[in-house]
């Protein structure tokens, strides 16, 4: 691609900007940055100009709305950049529709994602909410645990995240097997096409889900697979909420099939308060927040200097995403 003729007006975050206005500039001497200080959608006269974005971690989730809607107004934009690594989100999906380009940080939070996901597997093996309970009551009481040591791990979804989660799990000595797509043989466990996810399901102790949502994927985990996952199994869901039927997932850990679930993410967002899941001592929640570490962010960070520095150099950019 030719080099990027039109001067570089950027959106971009308050603290973003004080972190890296310097390499900002020496990427891009001529830039204007429109710095988003607050929450609210950005005056008209500064929207027209914009054409370039940087959606950045720290204004997740709670300085979005105001952003989001500032981008959907700029006509001018011609790239943005964001910290997710998902971009099923209907703002997304306007973007590209409008042919804006988008980038985004897939691998950077790979490692905090992979390692809550350890987290969740080892809390829910020794129980750790027993110890808890029994700690505020002042009770000295021990129970017995399984290991994870030997235990079948199945991990499906085999992007960055899930090729971490495969890790970690391979170096707790578990039988780790995974499901992707399109097997490479480069993973680090045997990994098979989805042809194969119901073999899987059935032979697994512990179900590590990271997958994208698509079409092909909406609701994949429903009364049918939770049927043929083996009793006493654990369900772990750090991609998107819209893979599972929650109704289904509940029924299922109310019948004892499962013996609990770890959930960071799901359909309706928060979780509303009459959610069973809520009240259930076998399940953990937590607010789609496996990935809020401090290093993920600037992870993302550098992934968008890097792709500022090619996109006005006309250069190919990393992670570019088509519809």
């Not at 009481?141 to 995240?161: N, T």
């Not at 073999?199 to 512990?206: H, K, T």
């Not at 590590?208 to 654990?234: C, R, Y």
Request: charged share 20%; hydrophobic share 45%; glycine share 6%.
């Amino acid at each position: 691609m030719p080099k990027i003729e039109e001067p570089v007006t950027l959106l971009v975050s308050d603290n973003v900007w004080v972190r890296h206005s310097d390499a900002i500039r020496a990427i891009s001497p001529g830039l204007t940055p429109i710095i988003y200080e607050g929450n609210d959608v950005l005056p008209d006269e500064l929207i027209s100009t914009i054409n370039t974005v940087f959606y950045s971690s720290d204004l997740w989730p709670e300085r979005s709305r105001g952003f989001v809607l500032s981008v959907l107004k700029a006509t001018s934009l011609k790239w943005m950049h964001t910290f997710s690594a998902g971009v099923d989100s209907p703002f997304f999906v306007q973007l590209m529709e409008r042919g804006i380009r988008l980038t985004n940080s897939t691998g950077a939070t790979a490692s905090p994602i992979g390692q809550t996901t350890v987290l969740y597997m080892l809390a829910l093996s020794r129980n750790v909410r027993a110890w808890f309970q029994h700690q505020e009551k002042h009770e000295w009481s021990r129970h017995e645990f399984a290991e994870l040591d030997g235990a079948r791990l199945a991990v499906i979804g085999m992007g960055p995240i899930g090729i971490e989660i495969a890790r970690l799990g391979v170096a707790l000595n578990m039988n780790v097997e995974a499901i992707r797509r399109t097997p490479t043989g480069s993973e680090p466990c045997p990994t098979f096409s989805f042809d194969q996810l119901l073999s899987v399901l059935a032979r697994a102790d512990w179900v590590a889900v990271a997958l994208p949502l698509t079409d092909d994927t909406s609701q994949i985990f429903n009364a049918e697979t939770f049927a043929i996952m083996k009793p006493g199994a654990h369900f772990i869901n750090v991609g998107r909420g819209e893979l599972v039927n929650e109704d289904s997932l509940i029924a299922t850990l109310q019948s004892g099939h499962l013996a609990g679930a770890a959930l960071d993410v799901f359909a309706t967002e928060p979780l509303p308060p009459d959610s069973p899941l809520w009240d259930m001592d076998n399940v953990i929640i937590t607010p789609h927040s496996s990935a809020a570490s401090a290093q993920s962010g600037l992870r993302s960070e550098d992934i968008f200097l890097r792709n500022l520095a090619r996109y006005v150099a006309g250069e190919p950019m990393l992670n570019e995403v088509n519809l």
